[in-house]
């Protein structure tokens, strides 16, 4: 019955903005390290962004850096993504996973198979 959906991706012309929520039910996140994952065709899962469950510290792949900014509204049992200046190399499928054993956020998502729940993913299409 844990479930995470995944909203708010589409088409969206280079330099835009979109936001990501990845929203939690049949369990809280107030304890759950969370990562934002993608999957391009053709390529392997990367990690994207991460949370912790805690201290509220982050982590962002190098490509990422200074234009995505990932949050947490445990109130609403919902994580964000907000992704701007977005460029045509992060179109991909975005999934976001929950992990309730501890770990730190360059583990969860470096390793990105740590997740207890995943979502189904939501397609972010930057193109011109």
């Known amino acids: 019955q844990a479930q995470l959906v995944e909203s708010g991706g589409g088409l969206v012309q280079p330099g835009g903005s979109l936001r990501l929520s990845c929203a939690a039910s049949?369990?809280?996140?107030?304890?759950?390290?969370i990562g934002w994952f993608r999957r391009a065709p053709g390529k392997e899962r990367e990690g994207v962004s991460c949370?912790?469950?805690?201290?509220?510290?982050?982590y962002y792949a190098d490509s990422v850096k200074g234009r995505f900014t990932i949050s947490r509204d445990n109130a609403k049992n919902t994580v964000y993504l907000q992704m701007n200046s977005l460029k045509p190399e992060d179109t991909a499928v975005y999934y976001c996973?929950?992990?309730?054993?501890?770990?730190?956020?360059?583990?969860?998502?470096?390793?990105?198979?740590?997740?207890?729940?995943w979502g189904q993913g939501t397609q972010v299409t930057v193109s011109s």
């Open positions: 996973a929950a992990r309730r054993r501890p770990t730190t956020v360059q583990r969860m998502c470096v390793m990105t198979s740590r997740g207890d729940y």
């Open positions: 949370i912790s469950s805690s201290d509220g510290s982050t």
């Open positions: 049949g369990f809280t996140l107030d304890y759950y390290t």
